[in-house]
């Protein structure tokens, strides 16, 4: 595929896989409007890739907004005319117990793991409607077929990402708006470094640059779903035990870090001290020591 003047949008470009893919797209000639917070290494970013595509920009701003998230398919088409490929890559880490998970937790993983990709998917299907043509890549995780230990709303998030795009497929079927879900394993970025429980995980962990290269693929042969790494024996196994062996998927990523007897009971011992002070919310305090992780 000729990428030079085809504009892309990648969101979560400041570090990691965004990162890398910005520049991957930009040196094969694409005009990438980089997406993320933290507007220095943006301004790095497009820096990098103007070497490449001069007319590279960049939108700083809080994904977990409509509003922002929504502008930067407006602006997009607003300065460079198009869209013709929107990534939706941002994402956040979570490593927390249910016993301490908030309302507030499972809202903002929602909003920047999943809705944020709602609100520039719907953004963008009339821009590509008009154009005749258009990709959207949807980011998601393992994590969303495995539910690591202590991952519920990354898992609930990224799973739901996963159902959007699959509907994607079948809705947009005839609109020449193809629509992929790109899955990483473990991938060696800052990610891991992000959330303050640390995570346990300790086998391999591949370079972004294999997430960059799946994204090509899935745009040129018109994939609908790829896992990275494909040949990894631990992913593969994961996928098997999914749909043939469930419960035995199930109990094997509760053996990865069993729940500690402690930790049931403080959660326990909060829930009688908020019962007893007749509330059925979360009184403050962690219940749990969270000694361990999953999958990024
Ligand atoms: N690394 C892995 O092992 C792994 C595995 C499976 C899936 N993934 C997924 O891959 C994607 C990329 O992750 P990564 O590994 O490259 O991690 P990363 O280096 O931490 O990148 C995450 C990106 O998302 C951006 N972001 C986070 N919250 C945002 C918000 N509210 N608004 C705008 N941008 C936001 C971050 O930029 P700012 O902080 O500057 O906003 C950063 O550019 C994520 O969706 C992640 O869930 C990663």
């Known amino acids: 595929m000729d990428y030079r003047g085809k504009v892309v949008v990648i969101t979560g470009a400041s570090s990691g896989i965004g990162r890398d893919a910005a520049v991957a797209f930009a040196k094969r000639g694409a005009i990438v409007v980089g997406v993320a917070r933290r507007e220095s290494l943006l301004q790095e970013l497009a820096g990098e890739c103007r070497r490449h595509a001069p007319d590279a920009s960049y939108l700083a701003g809080d994904l977990g ?22 990534i939706n890559n941002a994402g956040l880490p979570m490593h ?16 920047v793991n999943f809705m944020a990709c ?3 998917t719907l953004a963008a299907i009339p821009y590509m409607l008009r154009q005749g043509e258009g990709y959207v890549i949807n980011v998601s995780s393992m994590a969303a077929k495995v539910a690591p230990p202590r ?11 996963d159902g959007f795009t699959a509907g994607l497929w079948s809705d947009l079927a005839g609109s020449n708006i193809h629509v992929s879900l790109v899955v990483p394993g473990p991938i060696d970025t800052e990610i891991w470094g992000k959330d303050d429980s640390p995570s346990a995980y300790s086998g391999p962990k591949y370079p972004p640059k294999i997430v960059t290269d799946a994204l090509f693929e899935v745009i040129e ?16 196994s994961a996928h098997l035990l999914r749909f043939f062996a469930p419960s035995v998927l ?10 500690a007897p402690d930790v049931v009971a403080k959660a326990r011992a ?27």
């Open 65 to 86: 907004e409509r509003g922002f998230a929504e502008r930067v398919v407006h602006e997009t088409v607003a300065r460079h005319g198009r869209l013709d490929v929107l």
């Open 96 to 111: 927390k117990q249910i016993y301490d998970v908030t309302p507030e937790d499972m809202d903002l993983q929602m909003r």
């Open 118 to 120: 709602v609100w520039t």
């Open 151 to 161: 991952e519920t709303p990354y898992t609930a998030a990224k799973a739901a990402m």
């Open 221 to 236: 042969k018109k994939v609908h779903e790829r896992v990275v790494p494909r040949f990894s024996a631990q992913l593969v």
């Open 250 to 259: 199930l109990r094997g990523m509760a053996w990865m870090e069993p729940v």
């Open 270 to 296: 909060r829930a009688a001290a908020s019962t007893g002070r007749g509330g059925g919310g979360a009184a403050g305090g962690s219940a749990s020591g969270g000694t361990g992780g999953g999958a990024g």
